[in-house]
Protein backbone atom coordinates (compact mmCIF):
# COMPACT_ATOMS: atom_id res chain seq x y z
CA UNK A 1 0.00 0.00 0.00
CA UNK A 2 2.96 2.32 0.34
CA UNK A 3 3.59 2.27 -3.28
CA UNK A 4 0.29 2.97 -3.71
CA UNK A 5 0.41 6.25 -1.64
CA UNK A 6 3.36 7.56 -3.77
CA UNK A 7 1.47 6.91 -7.09
CA UNK A 8 1.50 9.87 -9.71
CA UNK A 9 -1.10 10.20 -12.01
CA UNK A 10 -0.37 11.15 -15.63
CA UNK A 11 -2.25 14.55 -16.63
CA UNK A 12 -4.01 13.15 -19.06
CA UNK A 13 -5.99 10.84 -16.74
CA UNK A 14 -5.99 13.89 -13.85
CA UNK A 15 -7.99 16.12 -16.65
CA UNK A 16 -10.52 13.20 -17.91
CA UNK A 17 -13.99 12.88 -17.14
CA UNK A 18 -15.85 9.98 -17.23
CA UNK A 19 -18.72 11.88 -18.23
CA UNK A 20 -17.02 13.51 -21.18
CA UNK A 21 -15.81 9.47 -22.39
CA UNK A 22 -19.70 8.09 -21.80
CA UNK A 23 -21.01 10.96 -23.83
CA UNK A 24 -18.58 9.87 -26.38
CA UNK A 25 -20.07 6.07 -26.62
CA UNK A 26 -23.70 7.61 -26.77
CA UNK A 27 -22.52 10.10 -30.19
CA UNK A 28 -21.06 7.10 -31.63
CA UNK A 29 -23.78 5.25 -31.39
CA UNK A 30 -26.31 7.69 -32.28
CA UNK A 31 -24.43 9.22 -35.23
CA UNK A 32 -25.59 12.11 -34.22
CA UNK A 33 -25.08 14.88 -31.94
CA UNK A 34 -28.91 15.75 -31.50
CA UNK A 35 -29.36 11.76 -31.02
CA UNK A 36 -27.22 11.74 -28.54
CA UNK A 37 -28.40 14.42 -26.88
CA UNK A 38 -32.30 12.90 -26.96
CA UNK A 39 -30.93 10.06 -25.25
CA UNK A 40 -29.23 11.70 -22.62
CA UNK A 41 -31.73 13.90 -21.68
CA UNK A 42 -29.94 16.81 -22.70
CA UNK A 43 -29.00 19.84 -24.47
CA UNK A 44 -27.72 19.79 -28.27
CA UNK A 45 -25.25 22.76 -27.30
CA UNK A 46 -24.16 21.06 -23.97
CA UNK A 47 -23.22 17.69 -26.09
CA UNK A 48 -21.62 19.44 -28.73
CA UNK A 49 -19.54 21.45 -25.71
CA UNK A 50 -18.57 17.93 -24.31
CA UNK A 51 -17.84 16.95 -27.39
CA UNK A 52 -15.12 19.84 -27.90
CA UNK A 53 -13.93 19.66 -24.67
CA UNK A 54 -12.75 16.02 -25.35
CA UNK A 55 -11.06 16.89 -28.56
CA UNK A 56 -9.39 19.81 -27.02
CA UNK A 57 -8.10 17.62 -23.99
CA UNK A 58 -6.93 14.78 -26.06
CA UNK A 59 -5.51 17.03 -28.93
CA UNK A 60 -7.67 15.02 -31.42
CA UNK A 61 -10.37 15.43 -33.98
CA UNK A 62 -12.86 12.69 -32.61
CA UNK A 63 -15.70 13.32 -35.30
CA UNK A 64 -15.65 14.90 -38.34
CA UNK A 65 -19.15 17.17 -38.69
CA UNK A 66 -20.29 19.60 -41.20
CA UNK A 67 -24.28 20.10 -42.44
CA UNK A 68 -25.83 16.16 -42.27
CA UNK A 69 -22.60 15.04 -42.59
CA UNK A 70 -21.27 12.94 -39.54
CA UNK A 71 -18.04 10.47 -39.85
CA UNK A 72 -16.26 9.09 -36.84
CA UNK A 73 -12.36 9.61 -37.23
CA UNK A 74 -9.47 6.87 -37.16
CA UNK A 75 -8.38 8.52 -33.27
CA UNK A 76 -12.33 8.50 -32.57
CA UNK A 77 -12.79 5.16 -33.65
CA UNK A 78 -9.71 3.94 -31.46
CA UNK A 79 -10.96 6.20 -28.68
CA UNK A 80 -14.74 4.27 -29.10
CA UNK A 81 -13.11 1.05 -29.08
CA UNK A 82 -11.33 2.22 -25.93
CA UNK A 83 -14.10 3.69 -23.68
CA UNK A 84 -16.19 0.41 -23.93
CA UNK A 85 -13.07 -1.31 -22.81
CA UNK A 86 -13.23 1.02 -19.76
CA UNK A 87 -16.94 0.97 -19.48
CA UNK A 88 -16.73 -3.18 -18.99
CA UNK A 89 -14.18 -2.88 -16.23
CA UNK A 90 -16.47 -0.22 -14.25
CA UNK A 91 -19.86 -1.87 -14.89
CA UNK A 92 -18.40 -5.27 -13.53
CA UNK A 93 -17.22 -3.31 -10.11
CA UNK A 94 -20.14 -3.97 -8.04
CA UNK A 95 -20.48 -8.08 -8.97
CA UNK A 96 -16.44 -8.02 -8.32
CA UNK A 97 -16.66 -6.36 -4.70
CA UNK A 98 -19.87 -9.12 -4.31
CA UNK A 99 -17.36 -11.82 -5.32
CA UNK A 100 -15.44 -11.02 -2.74
CA UNK A 101 -17.73 -11.55 -0.07
CA UNK A 102 -18.92 -14.83 -1.68
CA UNK A 103 -22.65 -13.51 -2.60
CA UNK A 104 -24.22 -14.32 -6.04
CA UNK A 105 -25.84 -11.51 -6.88
CA UNK A 106 -25.24 -8.08 -9.48
CA UNK A 107 -26.40 -8.16 -13.11
CA UNK A 108 -25.46 -10.80 -16.32
CA UNK A 109 -25.97 -8.13 -19.49
CA UNK A 110 -26.66 -10.21 -22.43
CA UNK A 111 -26.02 -9.39 -25.95
CA UNK A 112 -28.11 -10.71 -28.73
CA UNK A 113 -29.06 -10.49 -32.13
CA UNK A 114 -32.97 -10.15 -32.52
CA UNK A 115 -34.39 -14.04 -32.81
CA UNK A 116 -31.40 -15.75 -32.30
CA UNK A 117 -31.27 -18.85 -30.77
CA UNK A 118 -34.49 -17.50 -28.81
CA UNK A 119 -35.69 -20.56 -27.59
CA UNK A 120 -32.30 -21.72 -26.07
CA UNK A 121 -32.24 -17.88 -24.30
CA UNK A 122 -36.02 -18.17 -23.28
CA UNK A 123 -35.44 -21.88 -21.30
CA UNK A 124 -31.86 -20.30 -20.29
CA UNK A 125 -33.69 -17.25 -18.46
CA UNK A 126 -35.62 -19.44 -17.16
CA UNK A 127 -33.45 -22.02 -15.78
CA UNK A 128 -31.17 -19.71 -13.91
CA UNK A 129 -33.80 -17.60 -12.47
CA UNK A 130 -34.63 -20.47 -10.79
CA UNK A 131 -31.10 -21.15 -9.55
CA UNK A 132 -29.79 -17.36 -9.02
CA UNK A 133 -33.09 -15.51 -7.92
CA UNK A 134 -30.93 -12.71 -6.83
CA UNK A 135 -29.36 -11.65 -10.14
CA UNK A 136 -30.85 -9.42 -12.74
CA UNK A 137 -30.67 -10.01 -16.00
CA UNK A 138 -30.45 -7.48 -18.81
CA UNK A 139 -30.42 -8.33 -22.57
CA UNK A 140 -29.78 -5.86 -25.38
CA UNK A 141 -30.35 -6.45 -28.84
CA UNK A 142 -28.46 -5.54 -31.29
CA UNK A 143 -26.18 -5.85 -34.65
CA UNK A 144 -24.25 -9.01 -34.41
CA UNK A 145 -20.97 -6.88 -35.39
CA UNK A 146 -22.17 -4.80 -31.93
CA UNK A 147 -23.38 -7.51 -29.70
CA UNK A 148 -19.61 -9.43 -30.93
CA UNK A 149 -18.15 -5.94 -30.18
CA UNK A 150 -19.26 -5.33 -26.59
CA UNK A 151 -17.68 -8.95 -25.28
CA UNK A 152 -14.42 -7.79 -27.23
CA UNK A 153 -14.21 -4.70 -25.51
CA UNK A 154 -15.62 -6.38 -22.48
CA UNK A 155 -18.64 -4.59 -21.71
CA UNK A 156 -20.52 -8.03 -21.95
CA UNK A 157 -20.14 -11.05 -21.03
CA UNK A 158 -21.32 -13.18 -23.15
CA UNK A 159 -23.07 -12.44 -26.95
CA UNK A 160 -25.93 -14.46 -28.75
CA UNK A 161 -25.53 -13.89 -32.44
CA UNK A 162 -24.55 -14.71 -36.26
CA UNK A 163 -20.94 -14.69 -36.93
CA UNK A 164 -19.89 -14.30 -40.32
CA UNK A 165 -16.26 -14.14 -39.54
CA UNK A 166 -14.53 -14.56 -35.95
CA UNK A 167 -11.80 -13.16 -33.72
CA UNK A 168 -9.13 -15.72 -32.43
CA UNK A 169 -9.38 -13.74 -28.95
CA UNK A 170 -13.02 -14.94 -28.75
CA UNK A 171 -14.45 -18.30 -27.48
CA UNK A 172 -17.19 -19.56 -30.13
CA UNK A 173 -19.86 -21.99 -29.08
CA UNK A 174 -21.97 -23.12 -31.74
CA UNK A 175 -26.03 -22.93 -30.63
CA UNK A 176 -27.88 -23.71 -33.68
CA UNK A 177 -28.59 -23.62 -37.80
CA UNK A 178 -31.08 -21.08 -38.40
CA UNK A 179 -33.55 -21.74 -41.42
CA UNK A 180 -34.38 -18.17 -42.69
CA UNK A 181 -37.73 -17.74 -45.11
CA UNK A 182 -38.55 -14.90 -47.71
CA UNK A 183 -41.91 -13.83 -46.62
CA UNK A 184 -44.22 -10.85 -47.76
CA UNK A 185 -47.41 -9.19 -46.07
CA UNK A 186 -50.96 -9.57 -46.64
CA UNK A 187 -51.05 -6.89 -49.07
CA UNK A 188 -48.32 -7.77 -51.19
CA UNK A 189 -49.68 -8.25 -54.58
CA UNK A 190 -47.58 -11.77 -53.96
CA UNK A 191 -49.82 -13.15 -51.17
CA UNK A 192 -51.79 -16.57 -51.11
CA UNK A 193 -49.92 -17.12 -54.14
CA UNK A 194 -48.59 -20.50 -55.00
CA UNK A 195 -47.62 -20.05 -58.84
CA UNK A 196 -44.43 -18.15 -57.59
CA UNK A 197 -41.28 -18.77 -58.35
CA UNK A 198 -37.79 -17.39 -57.45
CA UNK A 199 -37.92 -15.57 -61.28
CA UNK A 200 -41.01 -13.65 -60.06
CA UNK A 201 -38.81 -11.98 -56.96
CA UNK A 202 -36.26 -10.35 -58.66
CA UNK A 203 -35.34 -7.05 -57.78
CA UNK A 204 -38.21 -6.89 -55.32
CA UNK A 205 -38.20 -3.91 -52.70
CA UNK A 206 -36.88 -5.57 -49.59
CA UNK A 207 -36.70 -5.11 -45.96
CA UNK A 208 -33.18 -5.69 -44.81
CA UNK A 209 -32.32 -7.37 -41.16
CA UNK A 210 -29.14 -5.22 -40.46
CA UNK A 211 -26.79 -6.83 -38.78
CA UNK A 212 -24.46 -3.87 -38.67
CA UNK A 213 -24.21 -0.19 -37.79
CA UNK A 214 -20.56 0.46 -37.13
CA UNK A 215 -18.58 -1.79 -39.80
CA UNK A 216 -18.76 -3.41 -42.46
CA UNK A 217 -21.77 -5.69 -43.69
CA UNK A 218 -21.56 -8.70 -41.62
CA UNK A 219 -24.36 -10.49 -43.37
CA UNK A 220 -24.14 -14.49 -43.10
CA UNK A 221 -22.53 -15.66 -46.09
CA UNK A 222 -25.69 -17.82 -47.68
CA UNK A 223 -28.18 -15.33 -47.02
CA UNK A 224 -25.86 -12.31 -49.16
CA UNK A 225 -25.36 -14.18 -51.79
CA UNK A 226 -29.06 -15.01 -51.88
CA UNK A 227 -29.76 -11.24 -51.76
CA UNK A 228 -27.06 -10.28 -54.16
CA UNK A 229 -28.33 -13.15 -56.68
CA UNK A 230 -32.12 -12.38 -56.27
CA UNK A 231 -30.96 -8.28 -56.98
CA UNK A 232 -33.19 -7.28 -54.29
CA UNK A 233 -33.84 -3.12 -53.90
CA UNK A 234 -32.99 -2.52 -50.19
CA UNK A 235 -35.83 0.18 -48.90
CA UNK A 236 -35.88 -0.58 -45.77
CA UNK A 237 -33.79 -1.68 -42.34
CA UNK A 238 -33.57 -2.88 -39.17
CA UNK A 239 -31.54 -5.03 -36.38
CA UNK A 240 -34.65 -5.55 -34.42
CA UNK A 241 -37.29 -8.59 -36.18
CA UNK A 242 -40.19 -6.41 -34.95
CA UNK A 243 -38.97 -3.50 -36.51
CA UNK A 244 -38.32 -5.54 -39.82
CA UNK A 245 -42.04 -7.49 -39.62
CA UNK A 246 -43.70 -3.70 -38.83
CA UNK A 247 -42.35 -2.64 -42.26
CA UNK A 248 -43.26 -6.13 -44.38
CA UNK A 249 -46.29 -5.80 -43.21
CA UNK A 250 -46.90 -2.71 -43.84
CA UNK A 251 -46.12 -3.38 -47.43
CA UNK A 252 -42.92 -2.01 -48.04
CA UNK A 253 -41.38 -5.05 -49.17
CA UNK A 254 -40.66 -8.65 -48.46
CA UNK A 255 -38.05 -9.68 -45.90
CA UNK A 256 -36.10 -12.49 -44.63
CA UNK A 257 -37.28 -14.20 -41.13
CA UNK A 258 -35.75 -17.07 -38.86
CA UNK A 259 -38.89 -19.52 -39.86
CA UNK A 260 -39.39 -20.57 -36.06
CA UNK A 261 -39.58 -16.84 -34.63
CA UNK A 262 -42.63 -16.08 -37.44
CA UNK A 263 -44.83 -19.66 -37.62
CA UNK A 264 -47.39 -17.87 -35.43
CA UNK A 265 -47.55 -15.11 -37.63
CA UNK A 266 -47.25 -17.40 -40.70
CA UNK A 267 -50.19 -19.03 -39.17
CA UNK A 268 -52.61 -16.15 -38.42
CA UNK A 269 -52.16 -15.31 -41.96
CA UNK A 270 -49.99 -12.04 -41.16
CA UNK A 271 -47.42 -13.11 -43.07
CA UNK A 272 -47.10 -15.81 -46.43
CA UNK A 273 -44.27 -17.79 -47.36
CA UNK A 274 -42.56 -17.31 -50.66
CA UNK A 275 -39.71 -19.62 -52.37
CA UNK A 276 -37.79 -21.30 -51.76
CA UNK A 277 -39.34 -23.04 -49.29
CA UNK A 278 -37.16 -25.36 -47.98
CA UNK A 279 -33.91 -25.53 -45.56
CA UNK A 280 -31.93 -24.00 -47.99
CA UNK A 281 -31.24 -20.41 -46.66
CA UNK A 282 -29.05 -21.12 -42.82
CA UNK A 283 -27.49 -19.04 -40.82
CA UNK A 284 -25.26 -20.30 -37.70
CA UNK A 285 -25.82 -18.77 -34.10
CA UNK A 286 -23.15 -18.73 -31.96
CA UNK A 287 -22.19 -18.23 -27.76
CA UNK A 288 -19.31 -15.50 -27.87
CA UNK A 289 -17.42 -15.26 -25.06
CA UNK A 290 -14.19 -13.67 -24.16
CA UNK A 291 -11.64 -15.80 -22.29
CA UNK A 292 -9.47 -13.08 -21.26
CA UNK A 293 -13.16 -11.27 -19.17
CA UNK A 294 -13.41 -12.02 -15.31
CA UNK A 295 -17.01 -12.89 -15.38
CA UNK A 296 -18.47 -13.13 -11.99
CA UNK A 297 -20.01 -16.42 -10.27
CA UNK A 298 -23.75 -14.99 -12.08
CA UNK A 299 -22.04 -14.23 -15.42
CA UNK A 300 -19.85 -17.66 -15.52
CA UNK A 301 -23.24 -19.87 -14.34
CA UNK A 302 -25.43 -18.34 -17.27
CA UNK A 303 -22.76 -19.00 -19.66
CA UNK A 304 -23.03 -22.67 -18.46
CA UNK A 305 -26.41 -22.81 -18.75
CA UNK A 306 -26.58 -22.00 -22.16
CA UNK A 307 -24.09 -24.30 -23.44
CA UNK A 308 -25.84 -27.24 -21.37
CA UNK A 309 -28.86 -27.00 -23.20
CA UNK A 310 -26.91 -25.82 -26.46
CA UNK A 311 -26.12 -29.54 -26.14
CA UNK A 312 -29.25 -31.13 -26.27
CA UNK A 313 -31.15 -32.14 -29.07
CA UNK A 314 -34.89 -29.87 -29.73
CA UNK A 315 -37.33 -31.63 -30.89
CA UNK A 316 -39.26 -28.48 -31.76
CA UNK A 317 -36.75 -27.26 -33.58
CA UNK A 318 -36.34 -29.73 -36.10
CA UNK A 319 -39.89 -30.29 -36.67
CA UNK A 320 -39.86 -25.94 -37.52
CA UNK A 321 -37.44 -26.62 -39.51
CA UNK A 322 -39.21 -29.19 -41.46
CA UNK A 323 -42.59 -27.56 -41.67
CA UNK A 324 -43.44 -26.53 -45.21
CA UNK A 325 -46.50 -24.48 -46.15
CA UNK A 326 -49.84 -27.04 -46.84
CA UNK A 327 -50.97 -26.30 -50.56
CA UNK A 328 -54.56 -25.67 -51.05
CA UNK A 329 -56.41 -27.81 -53.26
CA UNK A 330 -58.28 -24.74 -54.37
Known amino acids: ?30 KSLTGAANRL ?3 QPAISSALKKLET ?12 AFS ?31 KVTGTVNIAAASGAASDILDEALDVFHASYPDV ?53 RLYGRWDVDL ?6 SFISFQTDRLA ?38 IGLFPVSTVLRAEEDGRLWRL ?14 TNPAKRVTIGEAAFIDVVRQLARRPRISERASRHRVPIKSSD
Open 1 to 30: MDDLDHFVLDPIVRQLDWNLLRTFIVIVQE
Open 72 to 102: VTPEGLALFAECLAVYGQIAALPARLDAVQK
Open 216 to 253: DDQWPEELLRFRQKMSFRTIGNSFNLSEVFRMVSANLG
Open 136 to 188: ALSINISSSVNATQSVRANVAPLAICYAQSTFETLNYDHLREVVFGLYCGPRH
Open 275 to 288: PPRDDSLKASVYLI
Open 57 to 68: RLGAKLIERGGR
Open 41 to 43: LLT
Open 199 to 204: SDLAGE
